[in-house]
């Protein structure tokens, strides 16, 4: 892929490669492959850069990718969250996240719902879980 340029294309080709290596814990080839993307990044290339690091046990990391997608302006989508909100460190990142997700109009969908609501009882705030349950459309599946 390397040699024939396909990395030039489009993002597919480099998010499926950041992809394989995290999978096969090669981690280092994977940041290879993300920092040396001649397209600039969008977000996929960045969720698949969070997935691997969470995959690996590297949360904080995660986290610092995730912050940093957010300062070059690549706007999360509905896959990043959940990831992002695995990655927080405390409950103040938790709570920024869910005022990315409430202001992108995000916060009735059942994976990041399910997400926050992990999220927040995790550090044991249970009013804020509560809250959040009860504004999911879907209830009877949230996912623990």
Do not use: W
Request: glycine letters at 6%; charged letters at 15%; hydrophobic letters at 45%.
């Amino acid at each position: 892929m390397l040699r024939c340029g396909h990395l030039n294309s489009s993002p597919l080709p480099t998010t499926s490669l950041i992809n394989m290596y995290s999978k096969c814990n090669s981690l280092s080839y994977a940041l290879s492959v993300f920092y040396a993307s001649p397209l600039g990044h969008n977000v996929f290339p960045y969720n698949a850069i969070i997935v691997g690091l969470i995959a690996n046990d590297l949360p904080k990391r995660a986290f610092e990718f995730y912050c940093q997608m957010r300062v070059v302006g690549v706007v999360p989508d509905k896959f990043t969250f959940p990831c992002a909100l695995k990655a927080c460190c405390n409950v103040v990142d938790v709570k920024n996240i869910h005022g990315l997700v409430f202001k992108l109009g995000l916060e009735v969908d059942l994976f990041i719902g399910s997400s926050l609501l992990h999220s927040y009882l995790m550090y044991g705030m249970v009013d804020f879980a509560l809250d959040v349950f009860e504004e999911l459309p879907e209830r009877e599946d949230v996912m623990l």
